[in-house]
């Protein structure tokens, strides 16, 4: 796919030219360890897919061209078990042309309270990390190699994930504890974590104070009242966290704007 011409809009203007080596947006998206950032995309009425239900149908290549770099500096990639199924991943390679940035390979890491792993992600030469509470637990390690299953606390939880009180829970006790599952990939040396959704995910990251920075990409489309925001759930968040922008990108040729928020911890 060519590269678009994008231009920084803030904090200052300037052109971002195609460029096969990313410097600038290397810089742009500099990613330190510990930093959690979520990359979406949404329509401009706030759709977080198109008419058929997934996001692929509403990127662009300007969209395209800020995810590859993103993939680029990462640790690891974590999805909810739901993007994993709808949008078809399979194990995750480093982009064409950006490999020689990180050493490692880029690492998938699931979500999940059932532990139900896509059997192309289970049956991979390098298979994802699924993260998942007491009641995935069996059928993740039944899936999977056990180092690469991590059983952390969920919400109804007072003592450890296997304990006694798993399994008398409360409606949506079953939830994981996301930031238990993010320090367990942290000892893994997955530090630099990339967060592609989906909107159940990104709610439980959000609302337990474990997002850094929030990439939304504007895709210039209106996708009607069907689809969900880019945070789904139930209850809105009860003091709405003030984000700061940190730069704000515009692909000239389509309208894409591509926004990179700084969300403070909880
Ligand atoms: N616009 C975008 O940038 C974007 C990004 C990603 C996805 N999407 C779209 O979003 C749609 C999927 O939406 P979604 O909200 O269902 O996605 P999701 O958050 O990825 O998936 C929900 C599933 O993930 C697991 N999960 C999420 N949070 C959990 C938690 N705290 N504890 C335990 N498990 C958790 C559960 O898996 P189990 O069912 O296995 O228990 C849950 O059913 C697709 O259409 C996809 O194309 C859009």
Do not use: K
Request: with cysteine.
């Amino acid at each position: 796919m060519p590269l678009p011409a994008l231009t920084l809009l803030v904090p200052q203007s300037r052109p971002v030219p195609p460029d096969d080596a990313e410097a600038d947006l290397l810089a742009l998206y500099a990613h330190a360890p510990g930093v959690v950032r979520a990359n979406m995309i949404a329509s401009v009425d706030g759709g977080a897919w198109g008419p058929d239900h997934v996001s692929g149908s509403i990127n662009d290549a300007a969209d395209w061209r800020v995810f590859r770099v993103l993939r680029a500096l990462a640790d690891v990639v974590v999805v909810g078990a739901g993007t994993a199924r709808a949008e078809q991943y399979t194990q995750l390679g480093r982009p064409d042309g950006l490999e020689h940035l990180r050493e490692a390979p880029l690492e998938l890491a699931l979500v999940t309270r059932s532990g139900d792993v896509p059997p192309v992600l289970a049956q991979a030469e390098r298979p994802p990390f699924v993260i998942t509470g007491a009641r995935g637990a069996a059928a993740a390690h039944a899936a999977l190699p056990p180092e690469r299953v991590i059983v952390v606390p969920t919400a109804g939880d007072t003592s450890d994930a296997a304990g006694p009180h798993a399994g008398a829970a409360p409606p949506h006790a079953s939830d994981v504890d996301v930031a238990a599952g993010l320090a367990a990939l942290a000892e893994h040396g997955l530090a630099r974590v990339l967060c592609e959704g989906g909107p159940h995910l990104l709610a439980d990251l959000l609302a337990a104070g474990r997002v850094d920075e929030l990439c939304v990409t504007t895709a210039p489309l209106l996708v009607g009242p069907g689809a969900s925001r880019i945070v789904a759930g139930e209850a809105p968040a009860a003091t709405p966290p003030q984000a700061r922008l940190g730069h704000l990108l515009h692909a000239p040729g389509t309208g894409t704007l591509l926004a990179r928020w700084l969300v403070p911890r909880a």
